[in-house]
């Protein structure tokens, strides 16, 4: 699972990678992207939240380029809309654009200086880029807000379940804040408002199964699949778990599901090939015969 999606974006150190970013302006042309749905909302609202909401819906389902164009677009309608930036940040890092994420984090901060959301979604960045000690220093920033908002525990347990704890740290320091323990805690927070969002239990499933704890990546998964039962990305992400548990059969319907609901969603067609390949066919049986 190195990513859900490909983008092809310019070079993140030219001038045309920030005006997709900032203008809405599509990929491989010049010209900047227009909404053409639903435009008598957009007399009725704000237009920069509307995308900004579009985005997010988009970003939750799975279609990338669609969320990221709408997140540009908020930011070309009114550039102090911050949570588009982060979400941009998060777009670049599910499609594997790490350095790109990284890059766009920097200028965010610089942009939007003492934001604290801004902050986490570096450390994000930086723990995807695989700068782990940089981002446990970003995120264990301490949150003077009372209500923090369920992003930021969201993003700290993201951070958290990618640092790795040693043997003698496990030992000795078993229920210190970091690591699968500290992002249990973390996602814990973050569903406190609303235990049953589709969203949040997405993200933490996703989380989980990054990390390789398919268990808990299922339970949150089916969540939040029970909420959008026909997102594809949460789909993919409940077919992956099937394979991971051998149960192949299980694996292929939801692969399948993904991909009814869409159709150009490359990991979910990357998986269906995977295993329809004679490997795969091969594995099938026989774990039917040892089963």
């Known amino acids: 699972m190195k990513r859900f999606a490909e983008l092809e974006l310019p070079d993140y150190h030219k001038k045309d990678f920030e005006d997709i970013l900032l203008k809405g302006t599509d990929f491989g042309t010049n010209h900047s992207t227009e909404l053409n749905d639903k435009k008598e909302l957009l007399k009725n609202k704000d237009k920069a939240q509307y995308c900004v909401e579009r985005g997010s819906e988009e970003y939750f389902y799975g279609f990338y380029d669609s969320a990221l164009r709408y997140f540009a677009r908020a930011l070309k309608e009114d550039e102090n809309q911050y949570v588009a930036w982060v979400n941009q940040i998060r777009v670049l890092i599910d499609t594997g654009k790490y350095k790109e994420a990284l890059f766009w984090a920097d200028k965010g901060i610089a942009r939007f200086p003492g934001c604290l959301?801004?902050?986490?979604?570096?450390?994000?960045?930086?723990?995807?880029?695989?700068?782990?000690?940089?981002?446990?220093?970003?995120?264990?920033?301490?949150?003077?807000?009372?209500?923090?908002?369920?992003?930021?525990?969201?993003?700290?347990?993201?951070?958290l379940i990618k640092i790795k704890q040693g043997i003698f740290h496990k030992l000795v320091f078993p229920y210190k804040g970091i690591g699968k323990t500290g992002a249990f805690f973390c996602f814990m927070k973050a569903l406190d408002s609303n235990p049953n969002d589709g969203f949040m239990n997405q993200r933490i499933g996703i989380a989980y199964l990054k990390a390789k704890d398919t268990v808990r990546a299922y339970e949150h998964l089916k969540s939040s699949v029970i909420t959008t039962p026909q997102n594809p990305l949460t789909l993919y992400c409940l077919a992956e778990c099937y394979c991971r548990k051998r149960d192949y059969q299980y694996a292929l319907y939801y692969t399948k599901k993904a991909i009814t609901f869409n159709p150009k969603f490359d990991a979910a067609i990357e998986l269906l090939q995977r295993l329809h390949s004679p490997y795969g066919r091969f594995v099938r049986s026989f774990w039917r015969i040892v089963k």
């Open 117 to 159: 959301l801004m902050v986490f979604a570096k450390a994000y960045a930086l723990a995807y880029a695989g700068q782990i000690e940089q981002a446990k220093r970003l995120i264990n920033k301490p949150v003077l807000e009372k209500n923090e908002p369920s992003l930021f525990w969201l993003f700290r347990g993201e951070v």
